[in-house]
């Protein structure tokens, strides 16, 4: 919105600076994060109010959670997402089509989670909106997005997946490029959805590779950077380091009042948002490989739930004490903190390499 101060860029001094997508990316970080800090505890005390028991906790679990963590609030993700959205409407430029496809599905894959969360606080048990159901919009939901951002990339990459490291390589998918995308956004709302079962856990990663997205894209963006580091040019995608920066500075508002012990959580409603948001930049910047690098965090814990469900149905035996992961961890006597804090270390070190992906060709 802000954007359209541009037009007296000729007149009035200062307002060039509105031009420059890295300055209403540091805008937008700061009205999100100013955001959290004004609307968090209001929302917190409604949701409260209007939640007498809190998020239902299984039974199933750590015996710790059903001690630490009864009564507390869920659809926390309220609050990134008012956030993330008012911030990228006022500092994005909205015209740009990528900014709309990440946008909405972030906001779509929200209101899938809300309808979640508000069926299990309404029946008081952990079974919301069925599976199926979830999946089902899901997809749909990805095959729309996916196809929307095939449709606005350069004919050069269009249908094409790009191979990091290898600068020549562009397989052609062709169609299939839209259940791939697809993939792609619903794979990564799960996995941040899994993610999400200890206090801080799911929201720092999920900050920390999407900033690294936001790099990359702002990169990807530029035909002068594309042309130093040897990457496929995406004209257009650089304005999403608006976004992500709206998403880190919206994370950390919400991460004020989810730190051990959380006040709030964020739920289904903030993280399959987020976890297709991922998605979905990464299908727009054409780095949906390295998705898997940035978000490796999110990866391993979804693989950890297929493997221990494979093998117990076929061995009748678990291969982790309790998945996912980082609830073998704590089986094993790690405390909360602990396994948040090494997991956000991780995610750092994944987004490094991640990053590193641009320059090694």
Do not use: C
């Not at 028991?53 to 039974?59: L, V």
């Not at 469900?309 to 678990?318: C, D, H, N, S």
């Not at 982790?320 to 073998?328: D, E, Q």
């Amino acid at each position: 919105m802000f954007y359209f101060l541009t037009e007296f860029a000729g007149t009035l001094p200062g307002f060039n600076l509105f031009r420059f997508i890295t300055v209403r990316a540091g805008a937008a970080f700061f009205t999100a994060l100013i955001f959290g800090f004004v609307f968090g505890k209001p929302l917190i005390d409604m949701l409260k109010r209007r939640q007498s028991n809190g998020q239902p906790i299984r039974e199933d679990g750590p015996e710790s959670h059903l001690l630490t963590k009864t009564g507390t609030p869920t659809m926390g993700g309220l609050l990134i997402l008012s956030a993330l959205t008012v911030s990228t409407l006022l500092w994005a430029r909205l015209d740009n089509p990528y900014v709309w496809i990440v946008l909405l599905v972030t906001v779509a894959f929200g209101a899938i989670g809300f309808a979640d969360d508000l069926a299990k606080v309404s029946k008081g048990n952990v079974k919301g909106v069925p599976g199926r159901v979830r999946l089902g919009l899901g997809v749909l939901i990805g095959v729309l997005a996916s196809a929307a951002a095939m449709y606005v990339h350069p004919e050069d990459l269009q249908g094409h997946l790009a191979v990091p490291v290898f600068k020549e390589v562009l397989l052609s998918l062709g169609w299939f490029f839209i259940p791939f995308g697809a993939f792609v956004i619903v794979g990564a709302a799960n996995s941040v959805n899994l993610t999400d079962g200890l206090d801080g856990l799911a929201i720092m990663p999920v900050m920390i590779a999407a900033t690294t997205l936001g790099v990359i894209a702002y990169a990807v963006g530029r035909v002068d950077f594309t042309a130093y580091l040897d990457v496929h040019y995406v004209p257009g995608v650089g304005e999403l380091l608006v976004f992500t920066a709206a998403l880190a500075g919206g994370g950390l508002g919400f991460l004020w009042y989810n730190a051990p012990p959380a006040a709030v959580f964020m739920g289904d409603t903030g993280s399959l948002a987020l976890g297709g948001a991922l998605g979905a930049i990464a299908v727009a910047i054409k780095h949906e490989i390295v998705l898997a690098i940035v978000g490796g965090i999110f990866v391993v814990e979804t693989l950890s739930v297929i493997i221990q469900v494979l093998y117990f149905k076929r061995t009748g035996k678990r291969v982790f004490l309790m998945a996912p992961i980082h609830h073998h961890f704590e089986k094993k006597g790690w405390a909360e903190p602990q396994i948040v804090i090494r997991f956000w270390i991780i995610a750092l070190v994944l987004a490094l390499i991640g990053l590193a992906t641009l320059k090694v060709r």
